[in-house]
């Protein structure tokens, strides 16, 4: 089982973040096009989770990925990462963020991916909030260590049910790779970049499960600027020093004028699904069941 997921709240991030550069929003929009394109042809149906404000802001996005038939999941409604909010803003934050899509799309809100992973093991109220606001499938779980989350005492990478308190979600993990008997994250953002084709293949080969995941702007192929400290700052909530912008800088870069050939070359040689289609064809009663 190959999932396809896109995270998707570039339109709205320029804006608030740049006060919206046209020539971003013809890129962002190309590379949808090229997307949605490339998904027709060879007939796959994917995830995009949106933030609840790209509905807002813009809803011609939102409606043209909805209108060829792929999934609408929730990721967020402003992209602010889960575990710098308290339980109430974030029980705000995700309402309003399902009202939005559905309200736009007319259709149920089922499956959601948190910001940059940022749910763990001390903000795993989250999950009770999900499934209070209609949510049945979670992609938020990374479980391993990451810059800005990441839940490594999670101990599955394959679809689980996860319990917490009196709910029940289906979970579809991010699945690190085995090599060299090392867990490699390799399917999507940064590592999708970096990992050669020839090994994504081998790995894909290999696996049972993989969950792929992108944003727009992983398939961006020119390199960014720097970000100023006030934009680090404010989109990060992490101090701006130098050395951190351009960590940053370099792990957003690496590689990405590569990532749109190699998806390419994934899509047409495998077969994918989205995380609907996944949950619905999957006996859950033999998955791994996970008590928070
Ligand atoms: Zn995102």
Redesign the pocket.
């Known amino acids: 089982m190959k999932i396809l997921t896109f ?3 570039e339109w709205y ?1 320029e804006k608030s973040l740049n006060g919206g550069r046209k020539e971003r929003y013809c890129q962002y929009d190309e590379l949808l096009e090229w997307i949605l394109h490339t998904l027709e042809k060879n007939d796959i149906k994917a995830t995009f ?1 949106c ?1 609840g404000q790209l509905a807002v802001e813009f809803p011609e996005v939102v409606r043209k990925i909805a209108d060829k038939g792929h999934e609408i999941g929730s ?2 409604n402003r ?1 602010l990462w889960v575990n710098k909010m308290i339980r109430r803003e974030f029980e705000e934050d995700t309402y309003i963020a399902i009202q939005e899509i559905e309200n736009l799309i007319g259709q149920k809100v089922k499956s959601f ?1 948190a ?2 992973f940022s749910i763990g093991k001390d903000n795993d109220w989250a999950f009770e909030v999900l499934a209070e606001n209609g949510i049945k499938y979670d992609c938020s779980v990374f479980p391993a260590n990451r810059d800005f989350g990441g839940f490594p005492q999670f101990t599955s990478s394959v679809p689980s049910l996860l319990k917490k308190g009196d709910y029940t979600l289906n979970e579809f993990p991010i699945c690190p790779a085995t090599l060299l008997g090392k867990n490699v994250p390799f399917s999507g953002g940064g590592y999708f970049r970096l990992v050669p084709l020839w090994l994504q293949k081998k790995f894909v080969n290999n696996m049972n499960y993989v969950m792929f995941y992108f ?1 727009i702007n992983d398939l961006v192929d020119q390199n960014s600027k720097l970000m100023t400290r006030r934009e680090f700052e404010e989109y990060y909530k992490e101090p701006g020093t130098l050395k951190n912008r351009i960590t940053r800088y370099v792990k957003t870069n690496i590689g990405k004028g590569g990532a749109l050939n190699k998806l390419d070359t994934l899509l047409g040689n495998y077969s994918f699904c989205n995380v609907q289609q996944a949950a619905e064809s999957i006996d859950w009663s033999k998955q791994p069941l996970i008590e928070l």
Do not use: C, L
């Open positions: 995270d998707t709240e991030i989770f933030v990721h967020s992209h991916r910001p940059a944003h």
